[in-house]
């Protein structure tokens, strides 16, 4: 974690310097605000540590251009005996706290590191609102090739642009409220209010008082009116009751065409007709005029070793260790697996095998077969033929080699044994670009 510490003294720059260096931070120390004013800037890494009394501008100035650069920059100010009262006003501008001198260094360096983990959830957070803000990025998370998944991405760019309500449907963990996120992030609502409701996390009043009121103490206003001119997303629709589906229904026939609030309904029913069967016919029909059906995983021929490839490179990367290579058995027995929970279930058997790749014992295979995740790889639907097996197969093996050679064409050659007219004419019959690896 950087700390960006402002003193006009150099001795005490260096000491303040010097001991939280030793304490594992990242120092950079400047001789007058309007030196660090240069360096530091929106998102800026780190906690600021200044002095209050300098001259040209004092650490009260210095807070306030602080706060008008960045507001969740932690700022710490250092103060004399008397200055109390003036940084307690400074704590109500926006400082995170203060140090009277003399000081304990452990002090200081205890509110650094609580300010640095301040600092690091609020970058975080403003990183995810940016990455579900951002269309290009929520298509990429959109991982297939397969014809399911490109019609998928086309209906999300359709529907994205179109203004009327929207009903999802698919198995669990198919990733229903990330298309949801990617509607609302391709389309012209996107930057506007994106609200998100689980209908089956709450009873039938404290829903009612959730979508339309009377608010509670935690909460600002109902959530129909939180998402005004953007999108409101309902998870677990089968689970309102007909009162609230009945009220709304009276609330989407309130808002005309085109609609204000766009309504984005996702029902986690295992069959199109059970969701059907679940709300009253004329709240279905108004949602249902724009439907998408998400895939389920099983459908998804060799996306499914594409995602266990994406997500074991994930988890190794995460827990410090080599991804296992997939075998051409375990190959065809991740595409045989029924997949009853999808890509969540994927990314479960992912981490798992990264786990037991480090403790050097398990199979993929085991795994598969194991009873927590309900899955048997003999347990089949129906078969594929053949050559179906073996195209996944070599297609994930490029595309690992790839990958693992950063788009070195030649050490792909050599290592797979192909000659260079052969592992171009695989690549293009495979969708694969060597510009993706570099």
Not at 11 to 25: E, P, T, V
Not at 44 to 56: H, L
Not at 132 to 153: F, Q
Request: charged share 25%.
């Amino acid at each position: 974690m950087k700390i960006a510490i402002v003193d006009d003294e150099q001795d005490m720059r260096q000491s303040i310097s010097q001991w939280l260096a030793l304490s594992g931070f990242d120092t950079d120390t400047y001789a007058s605000a309007e030196d660090a004013l240069k360096a530091i800037g929106t998102d800026f890494p780190g906690v600021v540590v200044t002095d209050v009394k300098m001259p040209g501008m004092d650490g009260m100035a210095f807070l306030k251009r602080l706060m008008g650069v960045d507001s969740g920059i932690p700022v710490i100010l250092i103060t004399g005996h008397g200055d109390v009262p003036m940084a307690v006003e400074a704590m109500r501008i926006g400082a995170y706290d203060f140090l009277e001198k003399p000081f304990n260094p452990d002090r200081m360096t205890d509110l650094a590191k609580r300010a640095g983990q301040q600092r690091r959830l609020t970058l975080d957070n403003r990183a995810l609102r940016k990455e579900l803000s951002d269309g290009t990025v929520l298509m990429r998370k959109l991982i297939g090739s397969s014809p399911v998944m490109e019609r998928l991405r086309e209906d999300i760019l359709d529907l994205g642009q179109a203004d009327g309500h929207v009903l999802i449907t698919g198995e669990t963990g198919t990733g229903k409220t990330l298309v949801a996120h990617a509607l609302h992030a391709v389309g012209p609502r996107a930057g506007k209010h994106f609200v998100v409701l689980s209908c089956a996390a709450h009873d039938e009043e404290e829903l009612a008082a959730k979508l339309f009121g009377p608010v509670g103490e935690d909460q600002d206003k109902p959530l129909v009116e939180q998402a005004r001119g953007g999108t409101l997303v309902l998870e677990d629709i089968e689970s309102l009751s007909q009162a609230l589906q009945a009220r709304l229904l009276t609330f989407i026939n309130d808002q005309g065409t085109p609609a204000e609030t766009r309504i984005v309904a996702i029902c986690n029913a295992s069959e199109p007709e059970n969701c059907e069967a679940a709300l009253r016919p004329d709240l279905f029909y108004r949602l249902a005029a724009m439907r998408i059906d998400l895939p389920p995983l099983r459908a998804r021929g060799e996306d499914i070793l594409t995602l266990f490839t994406r997500f074991g490179e994930q988890f190794s990367e995460e827990y410090g260790t080599e991804a296992p290579q997939v075998t051409a058995q375990e190959a065809a027995q991740l595409l045989q697996a029924p997949w009853p929970g999808n890509v969540r279930q994927l990314i479960n058997i992912a981490e798992r095998a990264i786990l037991q790749q480090r403790r050097g014992s398990g199979t993929i295979a085991s795994l598969l077969m194991s009873d927590n995740t309900q899955i048997a790889p003999q347990a089949i639907g129906e078969g594929k033929p053949l050559k179906e097996y073996v195209e996944a197969f070599e297609r994930m093996l490029i595309d690992n080699t790839m990958r693992r050679h950063r788009g070195s064409i030649a050490s792909v050659m050599e290592e797979l044994c192909l000659p260079r007219r052969t592992l171009n004419e695989k690549m293009a019959k495979y969708g694969l670009s060597r510009s993706d690896y570099l």
